[in-house]
Structure formats: structure tokens, C-alpha cells
């Protein structure tokens, strides 16, 4: 079955703008988390969606948010973008609710750069 | 959050030899896995192992829930497992380590 799906995979974006990333979860899945990855700051949890609802956070500002729609499919949207949100940002889906002996799978993430 | 400790940082090897990469978390979990980081920026998932020892291949990790740690093993290592390895302990998300740079040379 086809795996989880991050359009785009690159992107160049200008200070001030706002972006929005996509994610397809495997067919099935129903929990979409993101995560972002810096050199400085490594991989942190930004927030995780079940069934449409956000489920849990990550210690991020507010121009971060995202939202999952009815076939799972997630977006996460960055507004007045600054030069230090240059990252990669991931997309992992699981099976069912995390803990019920299913791991996450990730996508091959969308690299943003800000200038 | 679970705080994740691994070593070494960076581990230099040669084709065909064998090495073992070690996680400490610091709050006991019902869930783990290890990822390999591939040049491209993708986490591959290589094993979901919350405890006991599971082996896929050349790779093999074992997680001792009670005692905070997990070990991976690569055996007879080869240039396509360079990268960076990530152990993941997870209550309601992942929680990552900086991670263990591995260079193979051939």
C-alpha cells in the first residue's frame, strides 16, 4: 500500500509570507503528527491530529497550527514566516491510537526555506 | 518529556564490521522505535520494540523497559546504513535524541 505522502518537497518561501504543507497518512491510518527539524533544535513535536481533532501540542507560537479533514488527510500552515523556520518538516501516521502496539510511519518531508 | 540520551554522537566504521548504537530514556515507556535517517531527510522505520529483542536482517535491538535503555545492532555494516540513527521512546509523541551519526567506509 502506498506509504505517507508530503507535497511539497521543497519549497522557497519569503520572510512575512505563509505556507501550507500537505500530508496523505497510509490508507487507514487515522493519527497524523508533525514534526520539524532543525540542525540547532533537532526534532520536536509540533502537534498531532485523531479523527479531525488536534490532539496534543508541541511548545510552538501560534502561527503554527494545522487540521486534519474527514479522509485523514492532514495540512499544517506557517503565517508570517521567519528566517528560523527553514526546516524539514515530517509527517508520520499510525494505525490507531499510538500505544496500541503500532508504530508511526513517516513521509520523505517537505524542506522549506525561508529567505 | 521523556528525555533520550544517545551514544555514541558519530561512530566511524568499516565495511564488514560490527557496531552497537545505545539509547537511555529517562521515564519508562510502553512504546519504542528506532529510525535510520536516510541522506534525503526520510525517518525509515527499523523496529517498533517496546521490549524484548527483535532482529530484521543485518539489524537487530533489544529494549529493557525496566532498566531506560534500548541497544541497536548493526552486523557486517556496509555503506548504505550510513546516516543517522534515532531512538524513539513515545507516550502521546516521539520524543528524539540528537541521534547517532554513522559513517561506513568502504
Request: charged share 10%; proline share 3%.
Given at each position: 500500500k502506498a506509504g505517507v505522502t508530503q507535497t511539497p518537497r521543497y519549497l522557497i518561501k519569503t520572510r512575512g509570507q505563509q505556507v501550507t504543507l500537505s500530508c496523505s497518512p497510509i490508507s487507514g491510518h487515522r493519527s497524523v503528527s508533525w514534526y520539524q527539524q532543525t540542525p540547532g533544535q533537532g526534532l520536536q513535536f509540533l502537534f498531532?491530529?485523531?479523527s479531525e481533532t488536534q490532539r496534543n501540542k508541541g511548545n510552538f507560537p501560534g502561527?503554527?497550527?494545522?487540521?486534519q479533514f474527514s479522509n485523514s488527510?492532514?495540512?499544517?500552515?506557517?503565517?508570517?514566516?521567519?528566517?528560523?523556520?527553514?526546516?524539514?518538516?515530517?509527517?508520520?501516521?499510525?494505525?490507531?491510537?499510538?500505544?496500541?502496539?503500532?508504530?508511526?510511519?513517516?513521509?520523505?518531508?517537505?524542506?522549506?526555506?525561508?529567505? | 518529556g521523556i528525555q533520550v540520551e544517545q551514544s555514541p554522537p558519530d561512530l566511524i566504521l568499516q565495511e564488514g564490521?560490527?557496531?552497537?548504537?545505545?539509547?537511555?530514556?529517562?521515564d519508562s515507556v510502553?512504546?519504542?522505535?528506532?529510525?535510520?535517517?536516510?541522506?534525503?531527510?526520510?525517518?525509515?522505520?527499523?523496529?517498533?520494540?517496546?521490549?524484548?529483542?527483535?532482529?530484521?536482517?543485518?539489524?537487530?535491538?533489544?529494549?529493557?523497559?525496566?532498566?531506560r535503555y534500548s541497544l541497536l545492532y548493526i552486523s557486517s555494516s556496509q555503506t548504505t546504513d550510513s546516516g543517522v540513527y534515532f531512538c524513539a521512546p513515545w507516550g502521546y509523541k516521539l520524543s528524539f535524541g540528537a541521534g547517532t551519526t554513522v559513517t561506513v567506509r568502504a
Open positions: 498531532e491530529y485523531f502561527r503554527f497550527s494545522g487540521r488527510r492532514s495540512e499544517m500552515n506557517v503565517s508570517t514566516l521567519e528566517l528560523g523556520d527553514s526546516a524539514l518538516y515530517l509527517c508520520a501516521s499510525s494505525a490507531v491510537t499510538p500505544g496500541q502496539g503500532h508504530g508511526y510511519t513517516f513521509g520523505s518531508g517537505t524542506r522549506l526555506t525561508v529567505v | 564490521a560490527n557496531s552497537t548504537l545505545r539509547c537511555n530514556f529517562s510502553n512504546n519504542l522505535q528506532w529510525f535510520h535517517q536516510n541522506p534525503w531527510g526520510q525517518l525509515i522505520n527499523l523496529f517498533y520494540i517496546p521490549s524484548g529483542t527483535k532482529q530484521n536482517g543485518r539489524l537487530s535491538a533489544t529494549t529493557v523497559a525496566t532498566e
